[in-house]
């Protein structure tokens, strides 16, 4: 009799306690953090805070459009607006699953569009703590994802999972990701350098829901060496807007039309 009541428990069990792998859970997170809607707009503003709490501030509109579900192509436009030194510059990424990304950046002071190499997407956007990569993510079979612990993060249930890259294309040996278990946005990532000291820290302070979608409207990473840190603020956010495919051309990188950028 116990082994039947045994039986009928586990097979009436929620669908969303079922055991989730690892790889599912990464890419649960990944659709939440970097495919929801069918596009993505927000200005955003960027501090750059030193050790000593001096700031820089960089303010942008960043588009997204997404071509497929969670680890499927995308496409980024990203105008800045602040300081007056990087006014009207603008920022294209062609994201594809299983290979190199493509990457431009418009330089409006040498009336210039260069090409940004596959190999510096782990170098600093635009002064800030965030990398390239941090920027557009990181496709998923690049690393080997493991479930390491179950625990509480700021009163929220999460899952560990401890990310490990497949090949040395980047500057850190492994990241651990507190991934919430309710809506599986990242609260909280730390990175290792190569010889297994924290190297930065990302954390997620603040939520919002956007038409529906859970969004991460305010975020850190932080330099722990240098103790430099960049928190961003999302602002004016909006999915699904219709942001035409033509808007991602290296035309419109020199001449952004005024309506998606403002």
């Keep these: 009799m116990m082994r039947y009541l045994i039986i009928l428990f586990v097979l009436f069990l929620p669908i969303q306690s079922q055991a989730l792998t690892a790889q ?3 890419k649960k997170s990944q659709k939440a953090f970097l495919y929801q809607g069918k596009d993505f707009k927000a200005r955003v503003l960027m501090k750059l805070i030193t050790k000593s709490g001096r700031e820089r501030i960089r303010e942008m509109t960043m588009l997204r459009k997404n071509y497929g579900t969670s680890g499927g192509e995308q496409k980024y436009f990203i105008y800045f607006f602040k300081p007056a030194d990087v006014r009207d510059m603008t920022f294209m990424v062609y994201k594809y699953p299983g290979r190199d990304d493509d990457r431009w950046l418009f ?8 090409r940004i190499a596959a190999r510096d997407k782990t170098s600093s956007f635009v002064g800030s703590d ?4 941090d920027i557009s993510g990181r496709d998923l079979e690049d ?5 390491i612990k179950e625990e509480k993060l700021g009163g929220r ?32 990532e730390k990175f290792y350098d190569l010889k297994g000291d924290l190297m930065k820290v990302f954390t997620a302070d603040r939520f919002g829901e956007i038409k529906g979608y859970p969004t991460v409207v305010e975020r850190t990473m932080k330099n722990i060496r240098s103790g430099h840190r960049t928190e961003v603020t999302f602002l004016k956010t909006d999915y699904n807007t219709g942001i035409p495919d033509r ?8 001449r952004p039309p005024k309506k998606w950028i403002k």
């Design 107 to 114: 330089i409006p002071a040498i009336n210039m569009v260069k």
């Design 157 to 188: 249930e999460c899952h560990v999972i401890k990310s490990r890259p497949k090949a040395g294309d980047v500057n850190y040996s492994y990241k651990l990701s507190w991934i919430d278990k309710e809506n599986f946005l990242p609260l909280k």
């Design 130 to 133: 965030f990398t390239y990569e």
């Design 143 to 147: 690393d080997i994802h493991t479930l």
């Design 247 to 254: 808007l991602f051309s290296e035309r419109f990188l020199k």
């Design 24 to 26: 599912e859970i990464v």
